[in-house]
């Protein structure tokens, strides 16, 4: 059995609210130091015969917007 972490993030340049949020927040904490902060979704996929082209292909139709998304995985037996 196989198991993918998938991490999916706003492309650089896209305009992140809940990142702005969140930083204001930080800074109402007193992390004053904090110059950005992005969001992004994190999936794990377990399954067998998971590889990198059926996962690439899961990230371009569902998982991911290619228009304003980037994503990355990692595949590990389990």
Same mark, same amino acid.
Request: proline fraction near 3%; glycine fraction near 8%; aromatic fraction near 8%.
């Given at each position: 059995?196989?198991?993918?972490?998938? $991490?999916?993030?706003?492309?650089? +340049?896209?305009?992140?609210?809940? +990142?702005?949020?969140?930083?204001?927040?930080?800074?109402?904490?007193? $992390?004053?130091?904090?110059?950005?902060?992005?969001?992004?979704? $994190?999936?794990?996929?377990?399954?067998? +015969?998971?590889?990198?082209?059926?996962?690439?292909?899961?990230?371009?139709?569902?998982?991911?917007?290619?228009?304003?998304?980037? $994503?990355?995985?990692?595949?590990?037996?389990?």
């Amino acid at each position: 059995m196989s198991l993918a972490r998938i $991490y999916v993030t706003l492309k650089k +340049g896209i305009l992140d609210p809940q +990142g702005v949020t969140v930083k204001k927040a930080l800074d109402s904490f007193g $992390y004053k130091d904090i110059e950005d902060v992005r969001v992004g979704k $994190y999936m794990e996929i377990r399954g067998d +015969g998971l590889n990198k082209d059926i996962i690439q292909e899961m990230c371009e139709r569902l998982l991911a917007n290619p228009v304003i998304e980037d $994503y990355r995985f990692k595949i590990e037996e389990v």
